[in-house]
């Protein structure tokens, strides 16, 4: 099965990339959006996902990989709603910011630009190539 990529939004006061990795896995629960929940159901493991703090930040600060697929959420009351298993793999050097993925050519597709509000995403590998390898580099 080919591998698909991801990108996941979070706000650090609820759950902080530096808890994520300090934690190293965790469930990715409590996602109550339908598109988002359709997403989640899509990701196999080995999947790539990018890791994006929303809130100030408002950047891509580090990478995951989905270790389990999904399964249904233990914090939902219906058995409609699902969860997955993340695995920290990664910060960026350097977190990379919603202003710079909107200014680059070559991601004005990425769904982070335009459905700013869904929580769970999928980016193509040249979109998640593109800004692992902005996060390795200082914006200049």
Do not use: C
Not at 3 to 16: A, D, F, G, N
Not at 55 to 74: F, I, Q, W
Not at 76 to 89: C, N, R
Request: proline share 6%.
């Amino acid at each position: 099965m080919k591998t698909r990529h991801w990108l996941v939004k979070q706000e650090p006061e609820s759950y902080s990339w530096e808890t994520f990795a300090r934690d190293g896995r965790t469930s990715w629960d409590g996602v109550r959006n339908y598109q988002a929940r359709n997403n989640l159901r899509g990701m196999s493991p080995g999947d790539k996902v990018l890791f994006y703090a929303s809130g100030d930040l408002k950047s891509v600060v580090g990478v995951a990989k989905v270790t389990v697929a999904a399964y249904p959420d233990p914090t939902a009351d219906e058995p409609a709603w699902v969860s997955v298993e993340l695995e920290a793999a990664g910060a960026l050097a350097h977190p990379v910011t919603l202003a710079r993925i909107k200014g680059s050519p070559g991601l004005a597709a990425v769904p982070l630009v335009r459905h700013s509000r869904l929580s769970v995403m999928p980016v193509t590998g040249e979109e998640f190539d593109a800004i692992v390898r902005m996060g390795s580099r200082a914006q200049t």
